[in-house]
């Protein structure tokens, strides 16, 4: 887990995008549910704000990497925008 997380802190410093990099490595059927279920949340009034914020609080070690660096969340949030667009 710690090599994980320091692998996601290297990522977030070098501003390279945490939730595209997972979507990256997923399968096409994984992308396709995950799109789908992303889809209804945000349909539900859900924001991608929220679900990041959420993240922050099951994996707190996020938290700072996400704010530390100035606009890093803004720019996760389009990526999830992004992929519920399926852009």
Do not use: H, W
């Not at 595209?20 to 096409?28: F, I, R």
């Not at 396709?32 to 994996?59: C, F, H, N, P, S």
Request: with cysteine; proline share 3%.
């Amino acid at each position: 887990e710690k090599a994980g997380l320091d692998n996601l802190k290297i990522l977030a410093e070098a501003g390279k995008s945490i939730v595209g990099t997972y979507l990256n490595g997923c399968s096409p059927q994984e992308k396709a549910t995950y799109q789908r279920d992303l889809g209804a949340l945000l349909q539900m009034g859900v924001t991608a704000d929220m679900l990041l914020e959420e993240v922050a609080k099951q994996m707190p070690q996020l938290a700072p990497m996400m704010e530390g660096k100035e606009g890093y969340k803004q720019s996760e949030i389009k990526e999830l925008e992004a992929f519920a667009r399926g852009d």
